[in-house]
């Protein structure tokens, strides 16, 4: 397991789907539980670390303005939502998240409080047990801290099309 066959199996999984998250989680879940133990183990710790990746100030001003306000938990559940969607979509809205105006928005998609918990269901699954994180999580979240007024100008695609 490396991060290519990680995105392969998460791409491979949404497109099954057809963008329906319960079939996308009942797909990863599946997904995962057939891998090797050491694999499933691997997985877990490359999902870790892209929840990370994406616990950046920017993304979640962006998921601020889209969902009208935005919690610790509920950033998860987006970040988690945004991985399965596939690395490109992943890889895009990291580096420019004013992009995701560019989509087509789905609430409960994007939102969606589940998909994390299917990838753990799956690993413990392959594994006989839930993993633990390799590293920590960050305390803080990556990029520059903005602050709520900021929002409209930070993220103008954004707040146009959430206004």
Not at 12 to 18: A, E, L, M, Q, V
Not at 69 to 87: E, H, P, Q
Not at 113 to 140: F, L, M
């Amino acid at each position: 397991m490396d991060e290519v066959k990680f995105w392969e199996i998460i791409q491979i999984t949404h497109d099954k789907s057809g963008g329906d998250m319960d079939c996308k989680c009942e797909a990863i879940k599946s997904a995962i539980e057939i891998l090797p133990k050491n694999e499933a183990i691997i997985f877990s710790r490359i999902f870790d670390e892209m929840q990370d990746k994406a616990y950046t100030w920017p993304l979640w001003g962006a998921a601020y303005i889209i969902n009208g306000g935005c919690g610790d938990d509920t950033f998860s559940d987006f970040r988690a939502s945004l991985i399965s969607r596939g690395k490109q979509a992943f890889e895009k809205s990291i580096s420019n998240p004013d992009s995701l105006a560019d989509d087509e928005f789905d609430e409960d998609k994007w939102f969606y409080e589940g998909y994390q918990y299917a990838v753990t269901d799956g690993i413990e699954a392959a594994s006989g047990s839930v993993q633990p994180r390799s590293k920590p999580h960050p305390e803080e979240p990556s990029g520059e801290e903005w602050e709520e007024e900021q929002l409209d100008e930070l993220f103008p695609k954004l707040s146009t099309k959430f206004a």
